[in-house]
Structure formats: structure tokens, C-alpha cells
């Protein structure tokens, strides 16, 4: 198959949809497809580019949305590359931009269109909001309104998860749901000799040897629960008197200087530390060098760092939500924690556990993830639903 993969996030862009389509034009590629990505064009360049199978159109920068970029919804240019190439059907990973661009070439071309909703935009409208109730309750009106008309023309509609699928159920879709998890290429992750070296590297970069060291990692936005992770671990050390233990706070983003705030209306300065953005190919390091991972989010729809982390034999500890049921089965891959008291209950289990209890914990997490969100099973579960939609154009 000729397959366009339309998207307003690609790499180098660090964020969940731009991994998801950078692994599955890899894998599809791999099955023997031929594979086209029309994407955003990184910042700074204005002109139409092609880099092999990769096309970039100029985007304006959202700056309220994570400096997302998105790009006009039609362009005439971008159309006059796409001629040239005989695409069998296209699949729109985003909604506006270039996702929109996708549906009007599919079409145009009268060929088959394929969805990913990966995204529950309902969780962003405070942070667009900025604590407007009015406006936040009509965000949430448009959002579920959208989110149901964007579902019902697609050929094949996919989500990366039961909880998305539920969601869209409540805003009213009614159409077949096809559930595939974004696969994920863990072999980045795995320790070897070399990587563990880098993570003692890190630990003594940032003063953390001998410290217990915990990790949020991603973008900080309201909607990622750091600020109730933040009153966990003042109740965690208020209840044990812990001085070893450090928080990082790996990444940037909208809800930063609320959470310097918090930090210090807290007295939590002397237990964390920003590290601010860190590159990608470095993140391994990061899960490496921690005890655990931490994750306050209930806004996820499959929660990747998540699996990374277990890819890097690092524990997690999440706060509970069925974006990580299938991740994280509790006390056997990972803990779930509710509320303070359980997060300070499941920290001291983590710092407790014994050498061959932890290692048991984390190879069961790391072999079942593997299984689980495998690339090619990735692929080949995408590569049956494209087939379904090309029979609706027979």
C-alpha cells in the first residue's frame, strides 16, 4: 500500500503523537509499505520542504498550546507534491492543521480515510481557560462537539485506548472503535553497560548520589497533576522524615511558575529540582538514575513515559486512572497510589523492597510491556484496519 500519514507533531518533536507516527511509518515501512508523512515544518523555516518521504509545510507557533505548531488547512503547493505520489488512503493523526488537510485530499482524491483520535481535549480547556469558568464549561461544549463530528466520517476510526474509547462513547460517537495502543520502540530504553554509566553520570551532575531519586517526566501542564504529586511528597516527608529523597521535574511548559510557587509555599525547595527540557536520546538516563517514576496525571490516553520507564527497569508509581490499566498492574508491574496517604504507603514499599523482589517486579514489567505495545504487532494491527477501510472503496 501507498500510505499518507497526516500530522500537525512529528520528530524531532517530543510528544506522544509524534512518536506514535514516527514508529508507525518505521514499522509499516518495514512490512513493505510505502509510506508519505506531510507534517509541520520545524520552526524557523517558512518554505514547503521534502526530505525524502517527508513532506513539511510552514505552521504558526500555538504558544497557549505547548508551542504546538499547526498549519494551514489547505496548501496549494503541498497538493502539487502529493499528485505525483498514487496514494491508496491517508491516515490523519491530528485534527486541524494538517489533519484537515488530509481529509480534503482524501476527498478530493476519493480515496480512504483512516482517524486516530489520540488526544481527550477536554483535559486542556483549563489551561486555554486559565481558571475562567464560563469560558472553560463552553471549551468543554466545543471540545466534546468536535470530537464527535471529526469521528463520524472517517472510514476507520481508531483510538490508542479503552479509557479515550469511553470518552468518546459519553460525547455521543456510536460508530466501531478500533482499540490499538501506540507501539513503542523499547530497545532505545533497555539498559546496557554504557547507558548505566550515563545515569551515574546524571546522578552526579545533578548532586544525587547516595539520594533517593524520584522523577516526573513531560510536559508541565495543569492538567498533569504535578501540584498534587508535589502535596504527596510533602506528606510523605512529613510522616517519615526522609532527607534523601529528591524530586526531578524533567521538562517545561504553561504551568511552570505555579509549580516553582507551590514548591516553595510548600518548603519543598530542598527536595526539588528542574532539570527544564532534556533531550530526548537523554531521557533513558533519566529513568535510569531514579528509584521511581512518578506520574499525577489523569489526562493521559495511554501514558508513555510510563512504559519507557518500564522498558528502563524503573519503577513506576502512578496515581490510579484507566489510562494505565495496561501498563500497570498494581503490586505485580507497578503501584497505583489515591490519594497522600497511599502515596506515602507505596514510597516506603518501593524504597523497602528487597534486590530480588524488585528485580522479579521489573522484569515481569519490562517482558509484558514488550509483548504489549510491540511496533510491529503496532503495525500489523494498523495494517488490518487500513485493509477494512479499502474495502469500503471496492
Known amino acids: 500500500m501507498r500510505i499518507g500519514i497526516f500530522t500537525d507533531t512529528y520528530l524531532p518533536d517530543i510528544n506522544g503523537v509524534a512518536t506514535a507516527s514516527a514508529t508507525l511509518a518505521e514499522e509499516l515501512a518495514r512490512l513493505g509499505h510505502q509510506v508519505f508523512v506531510v507534517t509541520t515544518n520545524l520552526p524557523g523555516r517558512k518554505q514547503i520542504e521534502r526530505e525524502g518521504n517527508v513532506i513539511r509545510i510552514p505552521g504558526i507557533v500555538l504558544k497557549r498550546l505547548y508551542s504546538y505548531r499547526m498549519a494551514r488547512p489547505f496548501s496549494k ?32 482524491r476519493n480515496i480512504p480515510l483512516v482517524y ?40 476507520e476510526f481508531t483510538t490508542p485506548s479503552l479509557k479515550t474509547a469511553e470518552a468518546l462513547r459519553s460525547y455521543g460517537v456510536n460508530r466501531y472503535i478500533n482499540i490499538i495502543p501506540n507501539g513503542i520502540d523499547m530497545s532505545r530504553f533497555n539498559p546496557t553497560a554504557a547507558s548505566r554509566a550515563r545515569a551515574q553520570d546524571f546522578r552526579r551532575e545533578y548532586g544525587l548520589m547516595g539520594m533517593k531519586v524520584l522523577s516526573v517526566v513531560g510536559r508541565v501542564g495543569q492538567e498533569k497533576g504535578i501540584d498534587f504529586l508535589l502535596r504527596c511528597l510533602r506528606r510523605y516527608v ?23 510557587e507551590l514548591v516553595d509555599h510548600l518548603w519543598l525547595s530542598n527536595f526539588v529540582i528542574f532539570t527544564g527540557r532534556i533531550p530526548f536520546e537523554r531521557i533513558s538516563e533519566v529513568y535510569q538514575a531514579s528509584d521511581a517514576l ?21 519503577p513506576v508509581l502512578a496515581r490510579c486512572d484507566p489510562s494505565f490499566a495496561q501498563s500497570v498492574r498494581d503490586g505485580e508491574t507497578g503501584f497505583f497510589f489515591w490519594d497522600e496517604n497511599t502515596f506515602t504507603m507505596r514510597l516506603k514499599q518501593i524504597f523497602s523492597m528487597d534486590d530480588q523482589a524488585r528485580e522479579q517486579m521489573l522484569d515481569k514489567a519490562q517482558s509484558e510491556n514488550e509483548e504489549k505495545f510491540s511496533p510491529l504487532r503496532f503495525a500489523k494491527e494498523m495494517e488490518h484496519v487500513y485493509k477494512k ?6
Open 116 to 155: 486516530t483520535y489520540h488526544s481527550l481535549y477536554v483535559d486542556f480547556t483549563q489551561t486555554i481557560a486559565k481558571g475562567n469558568k464560563v469560558v472553560n464549561s463552553a471549551l468543554v461544549r466545543l471540545v466534546t462537539f468536535l470530537s464527535k463530528d471529526l469521528a463520524e466520517g472517517p472510514a
Open 238 to 260: 512529613d510522616e517519615t522524615l526522609d532527607e534523601k529523597v529528591r524530586l526531578l521535574i524533567v521538562g517545561d511548559g504553561p504551568y511552570m511558575p505555579q509549580i516553582r
Open 77 to 108: 503547493k503541498a497538493y502539487d507534491i502529493l499528485k505525483d505520489i498514487p496514494l491508496d488512503l491517508i491516515h490523519v493523526q491530528t485534527e486541524y492543521g494538517i489533519g484537515m488537510f488530509g481529509r480534503i485530499v482524501a476527498w478530493i
Open 294 to 314: 512518578l506520574t499525577g496525571s489523569r489526562s493521559e490516553t495511554q501514558g508513555l513515559t510510563v512504559n519507557e520507564a518500564m522498558a528502563s527497569r524503573c
Open 389 to 394: 477501510a479499502l474495502r469500503r472503496y471496492w
